[in-house]
DNA sequence: CCAAGTTATATCAAACCGATATATTTATTC
DNA sequence: GAATAAATATATCGGTTTGATATAACTTGG
C-alpha cells in the first residue's frame, strides 16, 4: 500500500489537509499500522490532485498560510477499492529499534535497559489509555472498531511482556563483555 | 536504526553473506523487528567493506559465482555499539496493508474479508510453531531469547484477536455501500 | 528428465524518509 | 506582562530504501 492510497484512506473518513493527514498517521485512527511524514504526503497530495484522485480546496485565513483542504473523489474511491481488492495483503512490515537493541542486551549496561524499557511501559500505558477513549466513541460494530480492538490487543501483549520480563532483562544485561572478534572466530 | 547497523547486527551472530543476512530479516532471529532486501543489503556491505567495517572474503566454488562473506571488525563492532547506546529507541514502525483493508472491511464483500483473516491466521500458526521450534536452542535467557519471546507473544496476541473476531468482522463486512460522495458532504 | 525452487550477486528507477525552512497563533511559564 | 515553548500549516530536497528485474547454476520432487 503506497502512500498515495494510504492518504486516501484518511481522506474516506471526511475531507483534510496534509497536516491533518499527518496526525492521523501519528495519533490518530491510523497511527498504529500505517506510517508517512511530510515528505511524502505533501507530494503525494499535489499528484493526485493532477490525476483526479482528490480536490483541493484553499480555505483562506487572515494572516496564516492558506489551509488546503483535499476531499477524495469518485476516481480516488475506485483507486481505493481497487487497490484493497483481489490481492491477499502481503506480511506486516515491522521495524523495532527496540527489539534490536534488547536483542543485544548481553552487551549493554543494566542501567540503560531499565531506562529503555521503562520508556516503552509508560508510552504503551498512555497509548493504549488513548486507545480505549478513542473506542468509546463506536457505538456499533465496525470495520474500524475492530480494528482499534486489534491494535489495543496487540499493544497490550507488548506491554505485558515488557512487564513481566523487566526484571529478566536486566539480569541479562551486563553478562557479557564486548566480543572479542579475532578470539572468537 | 539504518541497513547498515542492522547488517553488523546479524554479523554479530557470525560471518554471513548477503543472501544469508537477507534470510535473517525474512525468516532468522531478526525476521519479527527488522527489514531489508537484496538492495539495501548488497550497497550497504560493499560501503561498509571501505569503511572497513566489515571484511570481506571471496569463497571460490567452481562454476557458481564467488560467495563473498563477510565479517564484522572491532570498527564495525564499535560503529553498532555506539548506535545502540545513549539514545531512547524510538516507536515501532508499523504498515500493515491487513489492517488498512480490514478498516474498510464494511465496504467489501464477506468472502473477500474471511479469506483474507484465514489467510493470516494460518500464517501466525506457521510462524508461531517455527519460532516455538527456535526457542528450543536456547539453555540460557538471552536478550536474544528474551526477544524471541517478545515475538511470540505478540504474533500470539494478533493470532488470537483475528481467531476471536473472524465471525465478527465477517459480519460487518457488505453493509455498508460504496459511499455516494457528493451525497454525503 | 523436466519444472519448480533454492542459492547467490547485482543494478536501477521510483518511491520514500528525515531534516530543515518559514511564519503565525496559542498556551505555558517566570 | 513578557518571554518561551508548542501547535498549526505548507513546502522542499538530498540521501536512503524499496521492489522489480536480470543472470546463472544447482537441487529437489514428481
Redesign the pocket.
Known amino acids: ?6 492518504c486516501l484512506g484518511v481522506l474516506m473518513l471526511g475531507a483534510a ?7 492521523s498517521f501519528e495519533e490518530g485512527p491510523f497511527s498504529h499500522f500505517a ?12 499528484k493526485m490532485t493532477q490525476e483526479g484522485l482528490v480536490t483541493c480546496t484553499a ?1 483562506q ?10 476531499q477524495i473523489t469518485d476516481a480516488g474511491w475506485t483507486h481505493l477499492e481497487t487497490a484493497m481488492r483481489d490481492k491477499i495483503p ?1 506480511e506486516d ?1 515491522i ?1 523495532s529499534d527496540l527489539l534490536f537493541m534488547l536483542f543485544f542486551a548481553d552487551w549493554q549496561s543494566p542501567e540503560r535497559i531499565a531506562r529503555v524499557i521503562d520508556a516503552r511501559i509508560a508510552f504503551y500505558q498512555q497509548k493504549l489509555d488513548e486507545m480505549a477513549d478513542c473506542g468509546t466513541q463506536f457505538d456499533t460494530i465496525s470495520g474500524r472498531s475492530l480494528v482499534l480492538g486489534y491494535g489495543i490487543a496487540v499493544f497490550q501483549a507488548s506491554l505485558d511482556y515488557l512487564v513481566a520480563n523487566r526484571e529478566a532483562f536486566i539480569e541479562v544485561a551486563g553478562q557479557a563483555q564486548p566480543p572479542l572478534l579475532h578470539a572468537a572466530e
Open positions: 500500500m503506497d502512500i498515495k492510497t494510504t489537509s496534509g497536516y491533518e493527514i499527518r496526525k506510517e508517512g511524514g511530510f515528505g511524502s504526503i505533501y507530494p503525494a497530495l499535489t480555505h485565513q487572515e494572516k496564516r498560510p492558506a489551509k488546503k483542504v483535499y502481503g512490515k521495524k
